[in-house]
């Protein structure tokens, strides 16, 4: 019996996901807070345009924003990254790869590749899933992986090019192969889903993830006619 209570406080707790939307203007995005549980240390995924609501986020928590996660170097993901590493005196995280091409710069930048690191009980996966942009990086955190412009609830980021959408279609398939079930999916943005749904959601409902060949992938995504009312309407 202690041997099974010793197991038992081992055992890591879920971490927990507080979900900010934030916005400016048109600009509409989700920012995410995850906090371990036990010591309070958290990370911040994309922060932009409104500071005292995520600074609001970070005191309700009681938490210690230990760094930030950036999946890629648009602007409406980086905006605010600065501002908070200075404040809080931690990390920006972002794929070598996508400062390559972004040209994107920080004192407290942190290059990553593969490797996964931890903060506190957090256990930090960085998954390379290039497409949007060439060194966009899925995080997973636990049961949840934050996709950034990657993944979303009803569809997938925009690709410049052919090439650019052959490497969603293979970043897809990794997500499909490594993501479990059960795992929930947290997108930069929302075009109608709430965050959090189910990867198994997604697997049933996305329409791009039911493709099996690269080529049909490509000329979907690359569809003409695609107006921003309607990236998401499929009839
Ligand atoms: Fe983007």
Redesign the pocket.
């Known amino acids: 019996m202690i041997g099974q209570a010793v197991e038992a406080s081992r055992e890591v707790m879920a971490p927990q996901v507080v979900v900010l939307d934030v916005c400016y203007r048109t600009m509409k995005n989700y920012n995410y807070l995850v906090v371990d549980r036990a010591s309070r240390e958290a990370v911040i995924v994309d922060p932009a345009w409104e500071l005292d609501k995520i600074e609001g986020a970070i005191a309700a928590a009681q938490a210690h924003l230990a760094g930030i996660l950036l999946t ?1 170097s ?1 602007y ?2 980086v905006h605010l990254s600065k501002a908070l590493a200075e404040r809080h005196d931690c990390p920006i995280w972002m794929s070598k790869l996508e400062v390559a091409v972004s040209g994107f710069s920080a004192p407290q930048l942190v290059e990553i590749e593969q490797s996964p690191w931890s903060v506190g009980e957090l256990r930090i996966e960085p998954i390379p899933t290039p497409g ?2 060439p060194g ?1 990086t899925c995080f997973r955190i636990g049961g949840n992986l934050f996709t ?2 990657v993944l979303f609830a009803e569809g997938c ?2 690709c410049p090019d052919v090439p650019a959408a052959h490497q969603m279609f293979a970043s897809l398939e990794t997500l499909k192969a490594r993501i479990g079930p059960d795992t929930r999916v947290f997108p ?1 943005h929302s075009y109608g889903q709430p965050p959090g749904r189910l990867m198994s959601e997604l697997r049933r409902d996305n329409i791009y993830l039911q493709f099996t060949n690269p080529d049909s992938f490509a000329a979907f995504r690359l569809r003409r006619g695609q107006d921003r009312a309607r990236l998401f309407d499929f009839r």
Request: proline share 0%.
């Open positions: 890629h648009h409406d993901h949007h942009t966009s950034g412009d980021g925009l930069g």
